[in-house]
Structures are given as C-alpha cells and as structure tokens.
C-alpha cells in the first residue's frame, strides 16, 4: 500500500518569509511526485511534479521542490511567499505504473502581510 | 480549451433522495476518478475506471456508484444520500496507460450538502 504524509496541517508565515512544506511517501517501487495548490474557493492546480531526471523540479510561482529518494521526500520550497501563496497544499503520489493518485492530507498555508 | 467539467458546482439535498453529479472531459482522456475531500483528510479517491465500461472502487467507494458508457462522461450516483457524505467531490482525468508521464486534471469541484 502506498500512503503520503505532510508533516505540518497548518502553516502561518509572513510576507517574504522562505517556506518549506514537507511530504514524505511510503511506497517501494518506482514512483511519481506532485504537488497541488488549491486556493480559496478553486480546484486543484498543478504546482510541480517529479518523474525522472533532476531531483531537483521547478513549478510555477517560483516553487521548487526537491526529491530524496533515499529519505522518501519531496518537500516543496519558495524563498520568499507573497500574501497571494495563502492556499491549501496537497502532495501527492502515483506508484507503481497505476493512474490514480495517492494524496496527503494536505497543509494550510496562510500567509499574513 | 481542455478541460473537465462538472454538475451542479453546488448542491444542497436531503438524506434519501438520489442525485448524480455529472463529469465530463474534452481530452479523449482513458481514465477518470472521482475525489472526496474533507478537512484533515485530504482527497480520497472513491471510484475511478480505466476506459469505457471498466470501473473500480477506490478508497472509500460506499454509498456511491458510477458508469462509464461513453469515454468523456463519468457521472457519480448517489443513490440514497446520507449527512456523511457531505463533502467537496472533484472529478479527475489523465490519458492513463499506467506508467505514462501526463497528469492529472481536476474539475471545479461539486459542494454537495445533505441534510
């Protein structure tokens, strides 16, 4: 079975202030990494994803996220958040050749100006 | 524009009384699922199917039902609604083929209450 977790449900920062948000995944074959952004009121977006290659993807609104394989992660990065970054943050997995996504319980990120 | 769209984008019943959210995708797009999301839980995947008249439960396929007769339509059947299964209900499409590097697209979500 295959499962995410993020570690923080709620997340207050400051304008300007560097965030991390951390996902880590159980599954032990070859997998996929997203993340999604839904802001309020809105459907899932796509922020980033990891298939193959640079460890290291670089999504939209200057996100970033970094995958360790050998710690099962895949924590989601931006130097500086802007008021606008307020939004629920989904990490999510897709294993094993399958179609259908895996996700975390998502994290709450609220950004105070 | 591609796109997956749903209906009714909200919707407020009363237990008992049988409804169906509709979902439809324009991208010729093999597999389909549907979502619930609720606070603390994230997105649950209820049921999902991998072409035309193949279906499979997912995660938390009680109290819900789908067909799948035509490739862009995934309708999700509630056949007697219950207060727990009010809920944000995403539809979702991707080309499938397992182990291909496409994405997933999500419809607007459907806010479905049940009194």
């Known amino acids: 079975a295959q499962s995410v977790s993020q570690h923080n449900h709620h997340v207050i920062l400051s304008e300007a202030a560097s965030l991390e948000l951390g996902c880590n995944y159980s599954?032990?074959?070859?997998?996929?990494l997203f993340w999604y952004v839904q802001y309020p009121g809105q459907h899932l977006q796509l922020l980033l994803k990891?298939?193959?290659?640079?460890?290291l993807v670089k999504g939209i609104k200057g996100f970033e996220a970094e995958f360790i394989k050998s710690k099962f992660s895949f924590n989601l990065r931006k130097p500086s958040v802007q008021w606008s970054d307020t939004a629920e943050y989904f990490c999510?997995?897709?294993?094993?050749?399958?179609?259908?996504?895996?996700f975390g319980k998502g994290t709450h990120l609220i950004i105070q100006p | 524009e591609a796109q997956v769209t749903q209906n009714p984008r909200y919707l407020i019943t009363v237990t008992g009384k049988k409804l169906t959210v509709t979902c439809s995708q324009n991208?010729?797009?093999?597999?389909m699922s549907w979502y619930r999301q609720d606070p603390g839980l994230g997105l649950r995947q209820i049921y999902y199917?991998?072409?035309?008249?193949?279906?499979d439960k997912g995660d938390v396929p009680e109290g819900y039902k789908v067909s799948r007769k035509e490739k862009r339509n995934f309708p999700l059947i509630l056949e007697s609604p219950s207060p727990n299964q009010t809920s944000l209900y995403f539809c979702a499409s991707t080309r499938g083929g397992g182990g291909s590097t496409d994405t997933q697209y999500f419809g607007p979500g459907t806010r479905l209450t049940v009194l």
């Open positions: 999510a997995l897709r294993g094993g050749g399958a179609d259908g996504l895996t």
């Open positions: 599954y032990g074959g070859t997998v996929n």
């Open positions: 990891y298939f193959s290659g640079d460890p």
């Open positions: 199917s991998m072409n035309v008249e193949v279906t």
């Open positions: 991208m010729n797009h093999e597999y």
